[in-house]
């Protein structure tokens, strides 16, 4: 679809083949990650006893290290200059010096656009300027919305941190699926995707007396679509004040947006960066990375400053860090001067990803002796969100993962894809922050000019919009094709939202929002799961859903290690209920839950621990949801066909139709697809004729991933503006067919009522 734009700017380069092959060192290292585990589990309680006895015990150097730091950090608090520093640290910014200026053009105007390098003070001292000026002693807030859970995270800690207070006193933090806010909370960090859904609580965002639209420039879906909203937003309110924030790109694009605003670009001090392009296409960047940072750490003195390793994720992030130990252990070893990677004493290196623990994110901001050097292995989260000092090489692999939207199969998907050159300039001015720096780009010179686009497309034309057009409703926006969008989404992906929405009931025929879907706007969640949680009320199953959804909403919860595949195929087979993977995971849940919520249980079953109880942390946050909305769960007992009914209405869209051995016509689309082998229905002799399916998954072939069989009455039931009868005429018998297609009840002259009456009685 010329519509929709392919990340891939050219799907020929060196850049697509390589980022569809992957890296073989991520390969090396999950399976030896794979192996590891499976020895260990092998050994099981009395190995891990043995092996304690023997001093082999796993990894405790980094857990010492943690502490150390952790010591450090407490013992610097206690000192009596601290205060002093702080005050020092601040003055030092290049915000200081322009404080005067910003607060007079913010007191002056409505909107003011903001544009500073990276570690200029933008996120850390703008709010405290503002309120330090008065700006929450009418009682409002300043809201400073983050792309990233992380920064949010990290940088309100940063600030409470300066202002000498807790977390959730003055300085707070909002995420999704934890608040940290109170009512004396005066400035609030918060995602974007937190403030859209504050917006539908309070249309005026009263409780605001300005807000920070930080890292603009990111152009995130939320950010994009909150700026639209606020457009209109500042015309009701007169009094508040808008702040755009933005490392250095497109600023002349939002000052455009709001009619001219005004904008400051704050004098940075930044050093020249040389550019090193690598001389022939990468084969392989992780390994490449590897060789670079170990190469630097060898050949340069210390002093001369830290390495920032740009990586596409968290598996190539960890396969990187272990690699470079693992070659500095062989160096210093033949050296003589190391027999374990902790001898190596002249380094540290910290990788950081979102999904990292927030204790052992932070520890990258901590200062090291002198004679250590840090290597920091991040994700693009370095990029522009976090600023670690004393960075002077920077090492870009020229990746980073992106969420792409497949028109055709109407879900989104992460692939990993080329950066912009705009990404690639940013990470390399991460090496000139405080002294002249170096950066290596780990692909050529030519393939940057003719493979990567000049910036990064907006999410908002390469994503899923469903719950954005369903939010834009709700929000009472009449023609969402008219919203000012500062780059409008292309037209069919918006053009399948709406049918998304229209198909589950969130949408009328005139493309108003019904009941449900308002409803349905109000849970965090995509617009199927929503809809079956809200469902499940009234179907009398919302104990079960609600777990349902919630072990939904979490990755792979069983684990299938490479060499006892047999063995964890068995395990997971014990939990399978027969007409549902669905069901099989509420199994899954309850067993667990009868178990205590024991981890050596999961570890017996060949089951992801952490998953789970990532899973019990949102299924508590989505009934905190529901109980403010005064929804109260009630349990379906034994009476499990209710569920997978309940289930079926909201994914009716997603439904499928036997035909031949394990092989199903998708119903929509008329696309083959197969049974995923992982499936409980895979090994059942007499498969369902029809099923609903959460997932589809591309690969060579196209895989139904995670589905439960479901009656046709159902999926009439539920599908009624997709789906109707056929009546068949060798067999007089009935099946479900997409409406308006050939044999589909206009041709068949059925009488509906009839073939309804005959489905009925045969399910009773
Ligand atoms: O937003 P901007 O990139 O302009 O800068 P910032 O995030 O406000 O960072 C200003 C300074 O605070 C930098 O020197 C950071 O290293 C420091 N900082 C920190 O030490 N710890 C954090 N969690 C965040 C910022
Ligand atoms: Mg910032």
Not at 210 to 219: G, K, L, S, T, Y
Not at 497 to 511: H, R, T
Not at 720 to 748: A, M, R, V, W
């Amino acid at each position: 679809n010329d519509d929709i734009i392919n990340p891939f700017r050219n799907p020929e380069s060196e850049f697509s083949i390589k980022a569809r092959k992957g890296s073989s060192l991520v390969n090396l290292k999950r399976a030896q990650k794979e192996q590891t585990r499976n020895a260990r589990d092998k050994t099981s309680v009395e190995g891990t006893k043995i092996g304690e006895a023997l001093g082999l015990r796993n990894k405790p150097i980094q857990h010492d290290k943690n502490r150390n730091n952790m010591k450090n950090l407490k013992h610097a608090s206690s000192n009596l200059s601290y205060k002093e520093d702080i005050k020092a640290t601040r003055q030092s910014l290049p915000c200081f010096r322009s404080r005067t200026e910003l607060l007079t053009m913010v007191r002056e105007n409505q909107v003011s656009i903001i544009v500073g390098e990276t570690g200029s003070g933008k996120t850390t001292q703008l709010p405290q300027y503002l309120y330090e000026d008065g700006f929450t002693t009418n009682g409002k807030l300043i809201g400073v919305t983050q792309p990233r859970r992380v920064a949010a995270m990290s940088v309100a800690k940063r600030v409470a941190q300066e202002m000498g207070v807790k977390i959730k006193e003055e300085v707070g933090y909002s995420i999704r699926f934890e608040d940290y806010s109170s009512p004396q909370t005066r400035i609030k960090f918060m995602t974007d995707g937190i403030l859209l859904r504050e917006v539908l609580l309070d249309n005026d965002l009263d409780k605001y007396s300005c807000i920070i639209i930080d890292e603009a420039h990111e152009r995130t879906l939320n950010t994009d679509v909150m700026l639209g909203i606020l457009r209109t937003l500042l015309q009701r309110r007169k009094d508040l004040r808008l702040i755009i924030t933005s490392a250095t790109l497109n600023a002349a694009k939002f000052s455009k947006f709001f009619g001219n605003a005004p904008q400051f670009t704050i004098p940075g001090r930044t050093f020249p960066v040389e550019i090193n392009y690598s001389k022939y296409p990468v084969a392989d960047y992780v390994e490449e990375a590897m060789k670079k940072a170990v190469n630097i750490h060898l050949t340069t003195s210390i002093e001369s400053g830290d390495i920032l390793i740009f990586m596409t994720g968290q598996e190539d992030v960890e396969a990187t860090t272990e690699s470079i130990e693992e070659k500095l252990l062989e160096v210093y070893r033949k050296k003589g001067e190391a027999s374990t990677f902790h001898d190596v004493n002249n380094i540290e290196i910290f990788p950081i990803y979102s999904a990292l623990a927030p204790e052992l994110q932070s520890r990258i901001f901590h200062k090291l002796d002198k004679t250590k050097r840090k290597i920091v292995v991040a994700t693009n989260i370095a990029e522009t969100s976090l600023t670690i000092d004393g960075i002077r090489y920077v090492i870009d692999c020229g990746y980073s993962k992106l969420k792409v939207y497949n028109p055709r199969i109407g879900l989104d998907s992460l692939a990993i894809t080329p950066i912009s050159l705009a990404n690639a300039n940013q990470r390399s001015g991460r090496a000139g922050r405080t002294a002249p720096g170096v950066a290596y780009r780990l692909y050529t010179e030519e393939a940057s000019e003719t493979d990567m686009y000049s910036s990064t497309i907006p999410e908002i034309q390469r994503t899923d919009l469903s719950n954005t057009v369903l939010l834009l409703k709700s929000l009472g926006v009449e023609n969402v094709m008219k919203f000012p969008f500062i780059d409008t989404p292309p037209i069919q992906t918006l053009l399948n939202s709406f049918y998304e929405l229209w198909s589950v009931g969130a949408i009328d025929n005139f493309g108003e929002l019904t009941k449900l879907g308002t409803d349905m706007s109000k849970l965090p969640l995509q617009p199927s799961l929503s809809k079956i949680l809200l469902n499940s009320i009234t179907f009398g199953c919302s104990t079960e859903i609600l777990i349902i959804v919630a072990m939904l909403s979490i990755p792979q919860i069983f684990k299938r290690p490479k060499e006892r595949e047999k063995e964890s195929d068995k395990a997971r087979s014990r939990f399978f209920i027969p007409q549902s993977d669905h069901l099989t995971l509420l199994n899954v849940y309850l067993q667990w839950k009868s178990n205590n919520f024991s981890t050596q249980w999961c570890s017996n079953h060949f089951i992801q621990g952490k998953s789970l109880e990532k899973a019990e942390d949102i299924r508590k946050q989505l009934l905190r949801v529901m109980e403010k909305q005064n929804f109260t769960l009630k349990s379906a007992g034994s009476n499990w066909d209710i569920i997978r009914e309940c289930i079926c209405t909201g994914f009716s869209h997603q439904a499928a139709k036997l035909s031949g051995l394990k092989r199903y016509v998708h119903l929509r689309t008329g696309m083959h697809t197969k049974l995923h082998p992982t499936s409980a229905l895979f090994g059942m002799g007499d498969l369902p004729s029809y099923i609903i399916y959460n997932e589809l998954l591309m690969t060579s072939t196209e895989y139904l991933v995670c589905v439960t069989a479901v009656d046709p009455f159902w999926l009439m039931e539920s599908g009624l503006l997709l789906y109707d009868i056929k009546k068949q005429e060798e067999t007089n018998d009935y099946s479900i067919g997409l409406l308006g297609t050939k044999g589909i009840s206009n041709n068949n002259e059925v009488d509906v009522e009839e073939a309804r009456k005959v489905v009925r009685e045969k399910l009773d």
